[in-house]
């Protein structure tokens, strides 16, 4: 690891220049390296406040820190970890039941979530919109294609089942094609699946007339399926 380069931050003051270029939400950035394998990590906090008990509504006290990292979307050509330097706090009230809880912010990164929010929806437009792989993904966030596809397969199931996915759709297609060529051992079992894909694709035409993609979809399904989605 290299020696912190500094950040702007001055005296008990965060950086405004750091949170624009960072840019995730009510987080601070305290610091900023580079790790030894040339990619980015930024570390953040938020700022310190008053927090009441989510069960009893008891005002916490602070109990130190919880550092998690997250895979972060990439930023100018390099992999990105935030290093989110979480809150942790206690609460007093000896009839409670929670004991500690540590602070969360389910639009940075879901609780234990591995990939940031943006992280998991870039991922994602990678897959619908330039034709990349989850092992080509995984190379630009510098992390495991499992995490990478972890993060994402809830995601994309749950849009799958989300009969708003073919809002606009005037025109639907068929799109068969082979999506690898490994043995197909069930996934359950380490393997790949089917080689198989068969995918409905939206060719209705946007604005300025280009096709606008893939129906959104987590893999290998039945068209008659998505058939009866749309019916319905
Ligand atoms: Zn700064
Ligand atoms: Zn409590």
């Known amino acids: ?16 220049r750091c949170e624009l270029l960072v840019g995730l939400g009510g987080l601070h950035v305290t610091g900023v390296v580079r790790d030894d394998g040339g990619g980015l990590v930024v570390t953040v906090e938020s700022a310190p406040e008053v927090m009441g008990c989510h069960t009893c509504g008891v005002v916490a ?13 990439p930023a100018m050509g390099r992999p990105v970890r935030v290093r ?4 942790r706090w206690v609460c007093p009230e000896p009839a409670c039941p929670v004991g500690s809880f540590v602070e969360q912010d389910e639009d940075v990164a879901a609780p234990r979530g591995r990939l940031t929010v943006r992280a998991c ?16 993904i995984r190379r630009q966030l510098g992390c495991g294609w499992r995490t990478v596809w972890d993060a994402i397969r809830p995601i994309l199931a749950a ?27 069930p996934v359950e079992e380490g393997g790949r699946g089917p080689k198989e894909l068969t995918g409905m694709v939206d060719l209705s035409r946007d604005s300025q007339g280009r096709v606008r993609g893939p129906a959104p979809g987590p893999g290998p399904r ?10 319905c």
């Not at 991922?123 to 092992?135: D, G, Y």
């Not at 849009?159 to 999506?179: K, M």
């Open 84 to 87: 989110w330097r979480k809150r």
């Open 1 to 16: 690891m290299s020696e912190p380069t500094s950040c702007c931050r001055v005296s008990d003051a965060y950086c405004d």
């Open 222 to 231: 039945t068209v008659r399926g998505d058939l009866q989605d749309l019916a």
């Open 61 to 73: 006290h602070g109990h130190g820190r919880v550092e998690v990292d997250l895979v972060d979307a």
């Open 159 to 185: 849009s799958d089942s989300d009969p708003a996915r073919f809002e606009g759709v005037t025109i639907l297609g068929v799109d068969e094609h082979v999506w690898h060529h490994v043995s197909t051992k």
């Open 121 to 136: 929806r870039w991922a994602i437009s990678q897959l619908r919109t330039e034709h990349a792989s989850v092992n080509g």
